[in-house]
């Protein structure tokens, strides 16, 4: 089993439509990072959170450690939010990040 | 500041030469990290200095791979000889690390590799 899951995988909505994609995690951990990778593009960090809540224009992130869980949700989506979203984990010792497997959204206009 | 820096953004090379990548970490970070990411694979850390100096190295896939920090501002990701199976897309990323606190974690715009 891996250390982190996400979940969908893939997912596909209409503009306008609320999306939700979760993260499930294995280890302690310090912190929780949402990242976004276009298309052939880079990888860029969207959040880096290790409780409660934190938002930036359409996006929110969501943290419970207790539960092991993170959700990133986008509100309003529209196509150029097509991306991959990958959640991933600083361990609680050490600096490195340990990955989910990504979340495919195609956002149809 | 103009971000995390990555030379060349394309290298194509055939089996069995040296290949050299290069990074800039922004300027006042203190960890930076080598990553490779593979459609089968993902993302995977292959090492990661600390104030230049290498404190995880598990993810270098075996002796082929080499890396070099030798001042703060310069990194390089060295592959001798290069093989087929080493064509990814390899990043690296930057960041302040304070203790346990991490901020300004940033990726570069990654060099897609691809050894025919």
């Known amino acids: 089993k891996n250390e982190v899951e996400q979940s969908p995988q893939n997912l596909t909505a209409q503009e306008g439509e609320f999306i939700t994609i979760n993260c499930s995690y294995s280890?302690?951990?310090?912190?929780l990072h949402w990242l976004q990778q276009h298309p052939g593009g880079g990888i860029v960090s969207l959040f880096m959170l290790s409780s409660g809540k934190k938002k930036h224009g359409r996006l929110i992130a969501t943290i419970n450690i207790q539960e092991k869980h993170s959700s990133l949700h986008i509100t309003a989506s529209h196509p150029r939010d097509s991306a991959v979203y990958i959640c991933?984990?600083?361990?609680?010792?050490?600096?490195?990040?340990?990955f989910g497997g990504g979340t495919r959204v195609l956002v149809k206009p | 500041d103009a971000g995390v820096i990555q030379s060349p953004r394309h290298e194509v090379t055939e089996m069995g030469q040296e290949v050299t990548l290069r990074c800039k970490p922004i300027?006042?970070?203190?960890?930076l990290f080598w990553y490779r990411q593979t459609m089968m694979r993902g993302l995977e850390l292959l090492i990661y200095f600390n104030n230049n100096v290498p404190i995880d190295d598990s993810g270098m896939p075996e002796d082929r791979f080499s890396a070099k920090m030798p001042n703060a501002s310069f990194s390089t990701l060295k592959i001798q000889p290069s093989e087929p199976r080493d064509s990814a897309v390899y990043f690296c990323?930057?960041?302040?690390?304070?203790?346990?606190?991490?901020?300004?974690?940033?990726f570069g715009s990654g060099t897609r590799l691809t050894v025919v």
């Open positions: 991933a984990v600083f361990r609680a010792a050490g600096n490195k990040l340990t």
């Open positions: 990323a930057s960041s302040l690390a304070m203790g346990a606190r991490i901020s300004g974690y940033t």
């Open positions: 280890v302690g951990i310090s912190a």
């Open positions: 300027s006042g970070h203190n960890s």
